[in-house]
């Protein structure tokens, strides 16, 4: 018993660092897996990296292995908290590329401040009392150099295997996992956080390197290959060239999620005005957000690209100096003036750089407008749009405009301009304030959309209107559900949650109605590109008119037909009419691979700036 003791003394900042961190990071898993953490499957990694740090301060005498110890807790505590409280909005962990372009949060002080929850200060509370019990004057057995040597040979040798041996066994299982980190969810979940944010320090440093050289051999012609086939695949050709040489008005509405539409609370629309529009349009209500880190800006380059999100981080900060096959420049070609209007800072996102790059004519920025009124992060979609209206009005026919909203997004805090509507029960929540703000933004777009047909712009236009991102983190699940009288709390029931709004309007309402078939933001180029006689070479999406295969890729590898749905967070297949789980067949891996192929190469045309190759070989 007095060795037991003795030993206790002589290692307490050991023992009280293993369990406090262990603690820690199971914590922080269950608060991320949502339902998917395992003591069995997850306690072993966070262990195993636990003992990695402690293995490298037994090379330390006592007093300097404490403050080692010590530092270790605070870094490890602030990565901890800093994940949850990304986690909390944009449902993904922190890595370099997102810090790297950390610049862009600056104006969103307000997301992030109401994402700290005081629950998480608890994480911070052992590191102020740590100090009385790590610093007094104990005097412990100071064991030699070689004891020492010994000590962390072994136990490094050990934790160390079991890190190796989960990384080894999680890199046979999904091969590309480790180094496209598309899933970073999955990876944290089975080689825990400490392990995954190296491989992440690790990933960034090596695709640093390897943008600087060549694709491995073969991997090139392979990616120009599949866009040849995928161009050139036989399309049926409905509505093709209904929009040439109209006007092309595109509408991104800042967390316009797809439940707000056809809803009621208290016998009152949300969106009286957007379902009023729906019913005069081609309305697609499987339509889902693809963004990624980048949120905003991804939804805005998957829609003049076609191409998916960065892997990590955003592509207008990542890649902004590529070449793009972009929308506005096809259009271009065919003697349209191009522009986009929003009513922010022109430096947010790097939209004033990034607009260039994608060939855009004008951007109005925030600059451009009177800001006579702000809600939230600045300019009211009130003003916004009643300015717009002026300045599209002035535009040469035909041309491209894309207008990005602002009054909808998160965090919903200024609630008392937005006017009055019950939302009930819901008052105070964040889904109340949700409805409030988009209520009032619908209530714009109903002017805006209205005024627009009155002046006759409508009838030689075509006007896509559609959703950029989500709006409510999963806690909000249940307060949802009984809005929509819904109970399942399924993790597939909450990606089906997912869709945005997508509504297509044609002039006189032609070609109205509901089309059920899945799609996403990448299928919004093509689609136009149908419409508007464009060439369709290098985009990875499908036309909406004329697919019948409702294939849908996400960020993270997740992917849907219309039939299955695989989740990439629980390595699962789930059959969408029973919602039940299903075992993967031959087929529904071949899918899963080619999903993760397609993900591959887009990353590869983005690292590799091959657009710009396969442009200079085309000519």
């Not at 200060?121 to 009385?132: A, N, T």
């Not at 004008?362 to 451009?368: M, Q, R, V």
């Not at 899945?518 to 919004?524: C, F, N, Q, T």
């Amino acid at each position: 018993m007095e060795k037991l003791k003795t030993l206790g003394q002589n290692y307490f900042d050991i023992i009280t660092f293993i369990i406090i961190l262990t603690i820690k990071f199971c914590i922080y898993s269950i608060y991320i897996l949502e339902g998917y953490f395992s003591f069995r499957a997850n306690l072993l990694p966070i262990l195993a990296s636990v003992f990695v740090l402690c293995s490298i301060t037994l090379l330390f005498k006592p007093n300097h292995r404490a403050k080692l110890l010590y530092g270790f807790n605070i870094v490890l505590t602030l990565i901890i908290v800093s994940d949850l409280v990304y986690y909390g909005y944009f449902r993904d962990i922190l890595c370099i590329p997102v810090l790297k372009n950390g610049i862009m949060l600056g104006p969103v002080k307000s997301s992030i401040f109401n994402l700290f929850k005081p629950k998480f200060l608890l994480f911070l509370f052992d590191l102020v009392i740590l100090p009385f019990l790590y610093f007094k004057k104990i005097n412990h057995k100071e064991n030699t150099l070689r004891f020492r040597l010994v000590s962390f040979i072994i136990l490094f040798a050990i934790s160390g295997s079991i890190s190796g041996y989960q990384i080894y066994k999680l890199n046979k299982e999904q091969p590309r996992l480790l180094t496209t980190m598309f899933n970073r969810i999955y990876i944290a979940k089975t080689l825990g956080n400490f392990n995954f944010h190296l491989l992440d320090v690790y990933n960034f440093t090596s695709q640093q390197i390897q943008k600087s050289k060549a694709l491995p051999a073969g991997r090139e012609a392979a990616i120009q290959s599949f866009l040849n086939a995928k161009d050139n695949s036989p399309k049926t050709s409905n509505l093709k060239g209904t929009g040439v040489k109209k006007n092309l008005i595109i509408i991104q509405v800042e967390a316009l999620q797809g439940f707000a539409l056809n809803t009621k609370i208290n016998g009152q629309e949300i969106t009286p005005n957007l379902n009023r529009f729906a019913k005069k349009s081609a309305y697609f209500d499987n339509y889902f957000y693809q963004v990624a880190s980048g949120n905003t800006s991804d939804a805005e380059f998957m829609t003049n690209n076609s191409l998916y999100p960065a892997a990590q981080g955003a592509v207008a900060y990542l890649y902004y100096s590529n070449e793009f096959n972009s929308l506005p420049k096809a259009l271009e070609k065919n003697g349209y003036s191009t522009s986009t209007l929003h009513g922010y800072k022109e430096d947010f996102w790097n939209r004033s750089v990034m607009n260039k790059t994608e060939g855009f004519d004008s951007f109005y920025g925030e600059k451009s407008f009177n800001i006579d009124e702000s809600i939230g992060l600045g300019l009211s979609d009130k003003s916004f749009l009643t300015q717009a209206l002026d300045k599209l009005s002035k535009l040469q026919s035909p041309y491209y405009s894309l207008l990005i909203t602002l009054t909808s997004h998160f965090p919903f805090d200024n609630v008392e301009k937005y006017g009055s509507f019950d939302v009930g029960s819901f008052e105070g929540t964040l889904l109340g304030n949700y409805m409030k703000s988009i209520h009032y933004t619908d209530k714009q777009l109903g002017d805006f959309l209205d005024k627009l047909s009155e002046n006759g712009t409508l009838d030689n236009s075509i006007l896509m209107l559609y959703g950029d991102h989500y709006a409510l983190p999963k806690e909000e699940q249940n307060n949802l559900n009984q809005l929509l009288n819904l109970t399942d709390t399924s993790a597939l029931a909450w990606m089906q949650l997912q869709k945005i709004p997508m509504l297509i309007h044609f002039p006189q309402d032609s070609n109205s109605g509901v089309n059920h078939l899945y799609g996403g933001e990448m299928d919004l180029y093509p689609t136009v590109a149908n419409l508007f006689n464009l060439p369709t070479k290098d985009l990875l999406g499908k036309d909406l008119f004329n697919s019948t295969i409702g294939k849908v890729i996400f960020r993270n590898g997740s992917f849907t037909n219309g039939k299955t749905f695989y989740l990439s967070q629980s390595n699962s297949f789930y059959d969408i009419e029973t919602k039940k789980p299903i075992n993967e067949t031959p087929e529904l891996k071949n899918e899963k691979e080619t999903s993760e192929n397609i993900l591959q190469y887009s990353d590869d045309i983005l690292n590799h700036n091959l657009l710009k190759t396969f442009n200079k070989t085309s000519k």
